[in-house]
């Protein structure tokens, strides 16, 4: 398992019958997690005090509760000199994956001995977290996102991240409709890094199920890479998505012409309380 352990303001505390404790800078949040299936003695202080807590409806959905929680605040990766703003929106979410640190790292030092400009493609976007990742490591990113709210919080994270407004071009656009586009121009890309929805719809419509378009766009996007590319990332927080599942679509997909290598497993967050890590969904990378 390829483990976030870099993380200074952010900690999973505990995790206990189906929710998980989690500290983001000095704000303790409560939220319900899938993976979470013990019912364990909850001793932290915090299941008690904490600051939001996300209740899940029996209808789906759920909402917020808040005890003192700011609208939003702001959060720091030291190890990549990285800034992130939060703020509790629809289902449970802050804004931000922490376990994808642990992504962060590894194509952070892949763009900083590339020996060359680097390229990045980051698709299904959301707000930026790699986008930033890779721009600090001296990489020209475009940044696409079908959600326009999605890419304007990213721009805020970008320059709270010092990033030079000149290393990310931002695209409000459907994935596969832009990059389709780029195949036509006769754009390429370097590295591609992807973060699809299980579901979703793209600006005009486009229903983008997971199952059904992942394996396409997988080769669709391969037209899009350079003769000698670096590296290709996908996460994946669908459950019949595992990582040897990834490891195979990848290896179908671009082996037989860049050869390299693709390894694939899950990713997680170590637990305070317990000394347990908490799966986090899975990752598969190929790289030359």
Known sequence: MWIANQWKDYEVIDTSGGEKLERWGRYLLVRPDPQVIWNTPKKHRGWTK??????RSSKGGGEWEFHD???????DYDSLGLTFHLKPFSFKHTGLFPEQAANWEWFYKKIKNAGRPVK???????TGGASCAAAAAGAFVTHV??????????KENARASHI???SIRWIVDDCVKFVEREIRRGNTYD??????PSYGRGPKGEIWKIEDSIYPFIEL???????????FLINSYTTGLQPAVLTYMLSTQLLPKYKGHVVSDEVGLPVSESGLILPCGASGRWEA
Request: aromatic share 12%; charged share 15%.
């Open 164 to 166: 030079p407004e000149t």
């Open 69 to 75: 929680l700011p609208q939003q605040w702001s959060i």
């Open 221 to 231: 996007c391969t037209k899009v890479l350079c003769e000698k590319p670096l590296f």
């Open 50 to 55: 904490m600051n939001g807590h996300y209740h």
């Open 120 to 126: 990045v493609l980051n698709l299904f976007a959301y």
């Open 191 to 196: 590295a591609i890094i992807m973060d699809p």
């Open 145 to 154: 996102d079908a959600s326009k709210g999605m890419v304007g919080w990213a």
